[in-house]
């Protein structure tokens, strides 16, 4: 007899409950709080990461998504509350989660003296490795980030960029169960995300944890599987992009006139606004499914209204986001 | 892009929880030590040393050219001189150890390692002991050249670099313990210097201070030799043959007993290389003869040697009486009583273990309580 949980997402082949979560080598927060002095930076967070997924942590700038980072890498003590993190809690086990935890912090930290190698292969020897094991690992790390030819020049020349992808292999120098990612993708050329993206997916596809947190979302649109969004310190919605999929969303038309279209559309009695955020002429229209958007392009298209555009307004991610709005408003 | 799954087959590296101490010392001593030798901050401050040292000591050599004593007293003077200059360069050495890494965002990278808070300090402060030790080495040409002019026994010039050090790693780790409880470098780099400050010349204010607490009044017995009335003539010079005799005079005045507040003294880092020193005190004659002139072997000590000597001589007390001799004599070197410099270290070395164990308390992470304004990262 399976789990419940596990028969409800088992068409997506990936099952994990809160317990298997844990004992797994995922993560598992429950009812955290913390506060510094006076300002309460998490309220109330549950958070769920699930081995072999990428996990989006998603909320607008000062929602405390850094500060939960914090502490599942065990840096900070939650006032209230349970972390788990690859089965242990870092409160009282810190070194166990250490030496399972790969963290790539928000902030650039860079010894910019040294060189990339050095920095790999020095944090290797720290988590408990042997020089040649680490030395070997940094070399293959330079290799994955694509810093090859810069591995021997002190870190100071290298680009925020570079730095941002150096700091992503010094996450991933012990080979860790569970990766943190703050921001990982702020500062890099388009074809650097796309290799972090194949990255990413490839180390989920190992069975890792991956966390990523961000607020540029058409990205994790692409990288996560699951996405938690945190708003003033609270976790408000969790759900998986094949959720975030299936939900209401907003499209995008353009036609050539736009009053035949705008004819169409009242003929249909289909609601439609003008897009104001936008140079272009374009009207935007909430539509329930995706079934409903073909519906609608076919029978636009059938009008012999001219269509020139019809797409999503944003990802699947974006749309829960902006249906929260809780800190805008 | 492959990097993770090629070793999901392979056994996993990080399942160590613990670093063995002297290896993880090692790898934070040789990730500060890297950083200092590429830097050019610390050659800099070399250069101004050596420059400043060999100053000191072709002025030295030129004023003292044509005393007896040159060599005791040119090594006492390069000591006292790379003593001063490791005060005030140590902290700047040591001081940032730890917020400096702060600052630069790399501190926490650390702290998510299998590194304990001891394990980096302990390699900080290392680090920071062996680069402020090059200043000690680079001040060697000057120490062996005032040891080849001779007077210097082997064991007081041991005793004295041995201490040297000694005080330079005790500033390293009051600097290292300070710049893990301050936020700032700057402010940490300041409160070392105050530190410092404090046990070189605030102890010697605060004993001065307190002389006026420990006075009494005394009756003092002071001797000399003088001519008798009757043997001089009307000029007032003494006759041809006449003998000096002994006086005495008796006399009350307020006077310190310091034998109760020396300890005061103790921590003094000037006091306790001084203090730790086995001068070779030169053998004063017994018994000059009366009305003669000062003796042979005139006792002048270098600089560090007069602060022994001040030591010992706060130790002892009050000369009640002086006899008729020691009025003769001229400064007569004081044999050491009780060493004082045990206590001083004592002193110095519970003041930077405390300093270090709080700051190792500050960098146990995860961090319950964070000052005002911190970032972890």
Same mark, same amino acid.
């Given at each position: 007899m399976l789990p419940a949980s596990i028969l409800r997402s088992w068409h997506r082949g990936v099952a994990y409950s809160r317990t298997m979560t844990d004992e797994c080598g995922g993560i598992v927060v429950e009812g955290v709080a913390r506060s510094f002095g006076p300002v309460q930076a998490i309220r109330d967070i549950d958070f769920e990461a699930p081995p072999g997924e990428v996990t989006a942590l998603i909320g607008p700038n000062g929602s405390g998504k850094t500060t939960l980072m914090l502490m599942m890498a065990s840096l900070l003590a939650p006032d209230h509350g349970t972390v788990r993190v690859a089965g242990f809690d870092p409160v009282t086990q810190p070194a166990e989660v250490r030496s399972r935890v790969g963290w790539m912090p928000d902030t650039l930290g860079v010894?910019?003296? +040294?060189?990339a190698f050095e920095v790999l292969r020095t944090l290797g020897t720290l988590y408990g490795m042997s020089v040649a094991d680490s030395a070997r690992r940094a070399d293959e790390l330079l290799v994955a980030v694509k810093l090859t030819e810069f591995?021997?020049? *002190?870190?100071?020349? +290298?680009?925020r960029g570079q730095q941002q992808r150096l700091s992503l292999a010094r996450a991933l120098i012990h080979d860790p169960q569970v990766l943190l990612l703050d921001? *990982?993708?702020?500062? +890099?050329d388009p074809g650097s995300r796309v290799d972090l993206r194949s990255l990413l997916r490839s180390l989920a596809a190992a069975g890792k944890t991956v966390v990523v947190s961000s607020h540029v979302l058409s990205e994790l649109d692409e990288i996560a599987d699951r996405a938690v969004f945190v708003s003033r310190g609270q976790s408000v919605k969790s759900q998986t992009l094949h959720e975030a999929g299936s939900q209401a969303r907003r499209y995008y038309v353009q036609a050539e006139p736009m009053q035949a279209l705008a004819d169409a559309l009242r003929s249909h009695g289909v609601r439609y606004e003008m897009?104001?955020?936008?140079r272009r002429e374009e009207f935007q229209i909430q539509l329930g499914s995706t079934a409903e958007a073909s519906w609608l392009l076919r029978t636009l298209v059938m009008a012999d209204v001219v269509v020139t555009a019809f797409a999503p307004a944003g990802g699947a991610l974006e749309e829960t986001y902006m249906s929260l709005d809780t800190d805008r408003l | 892009m492959s990097a993770g799954t090629e070793h999901s @087959?392979?056994? $996993?590296?990080?399942?160590? @929880?613990? &670093?063995p101490l002297w290896s993880a010392v090692r790898t934070v001593f040789s990730l500060e030590m890297r950083q200092r030798l590429r830097g050019r901050g610390w050659y800099w401050m070399l250069g101004i040393w050596f420059t400043v040292i060999a100053l000191i000591f072709v002025l030295g050599t030129a004023f003292l050219?044509? @005393?007896?004593?040159e060599g005791g007293v040119l090594f006492d003077l390069v000591v006292g001189f790379i003593l001063l200059f490791g005060l005030l360069v140590a902290p700047g050495l040591s001081a940032n150890a730890v917020n400096g890494d702060r600052a630069g965002g790399t501190l926490a990278i650390l702290q998510? @390692?299998? &590194?304990t808070p001891g394990q980096l300090l302990a390699g900080k402060w290392l680090a920071s002991w062996v680069a402020s030790l090059a200043f000690l080495v680079l001040s060697s040409p000057f120490i062996f050249w005032a040891l080849a002019l001779?007077?210097?026994n082997a064991a007081e010039a041991l005793v004295s670099l041995v201490m040297l050090a000694v005080e330079l790693g005790v500033v390293c780790a009051i600097g290292v313990g300070v710049s893990a409880l301050a936020n700032r470098p700057l402010f940490s780099i300041v409160s070392t210097y105050m530190l410092v400050a404090l046990l070189a010349i605030g102890t010697v204010i605060v004993f001065g201070l307190s002389t006026t607490l420990v006075m009494e009044e005394r009756t003092v017995r002071s001797s000399y030799y003088t001519y008798p009335?009757?043997? &001089?003539?009307s000029m007032g010079v003494p006759e041809e043959g006449a003998e000096a005799v002994c006086q005495s005079q008796t006399y009350t005045a307020d006077l310190p007993d310091t034998q109760y507040i020396t300890? &005061?003294?103790?921590?003094n880092p000037f006091v306790v290389v001084a203090d730790a020193v086995p001068y070779s005190l030169p053998d004063v004659e017994a018994d000059p003869a009366?009305?003669?002139?000062? $003796?042979?072997?005139y006792y002048a000590p270098g600089v560090m040697e007069t602060v022994s000597q001040g030591v010992r001589s706060a130790q002892a007390g009050p000369d009640l009486e002086v006899t008729c001799e020691e009025s003769m004599s001229g400064r007569q070197p004081l044999p050491q009583g009780v060493p004082i410099w045990p206590l001083g270290l004592g002193l110095q070395l519970l003041l930077a273990g405390a300093l270090l164990l709080i700051g190792r308390r500050k960098l146990t992470?995860?961090?319950r309580r964070l000052a005002q304004g911190t970032r972890i990262a």
């Open positions: 010894w910019e003296s +040294l060189t591995g021997r020049a *002190p870190a100071r020349v +290298l680009s921001e *990982p993708a702020s500062g +890099l897009r104001a955020d936008s | @087959t392979r056994q $996993p590296f990080g399942q160590a @929880t613990r &670093l050219g044509a @005393t007896d004593n998510v @390692t299998l &590194l001779g007077g210097v009335e009757s043997s &001089l003539d300890w &005061l003294l103790a921590a009366p009305g003669g002139m000062v $003796p042979g072997s992470m995860p961090a």
